[in-house]
């Protein structure tokens, strides 16, 4: 079994639904071992949409990482995400952050993934689950990544919502 952190984004539609729905989907594949708060945060990319609401997701599975890519999309479809271009506003966004201490580089999946050391969207919500978690390119916690992205002003993060938020 591995542990894989996945961070969720969601920003149209009704978002903490959207979440809470993807959580539910995940546990199809796996054992969800945590779910961080969730986490307000500007656009990254593209600014001219409306702020995302982010968590991440602990979870226990067997898959490899391309049958779990292979699941992440097609549970995005029956999520309802609509085929839009790339940092657009998405009903649900599944990412692939960590697998274990894996590091895979192909054209369709690279693990860790390439945004984790530069937004905090994805590393508050992991930290929060996983305070101690290092990332397996260069050994580093990811929670001091975090805080030299904080200490530069490389933040997106607006607000940290309360988990009762995801009862809605």
Known sequence: MSNVYLVLGSNIGKPL???RNAVSVLSLIGDVKAVSSVYLS???GRTDQPDFYNQAVCLETDPVPHL???FVKFAETVL???PRGRWLPREIDIDIALFDDLVVETESLVIPHSGLYERDFFLKPITEIAPDITEPLFGRRLSKILSE???DGK???VERLPFLWMTV
């Open 155 to 157: 933040t997106y993060i």
């Open 80 to 82: 309802g995400r609509k």
């Open 68 to 70: 779990l890519l292979d």
């Open 42 to 44: 500007r656009p990254f």
């Open 149 to 151: 992205l904080e200490e």
């Open 17 to 19: 639904y959207q979440l």
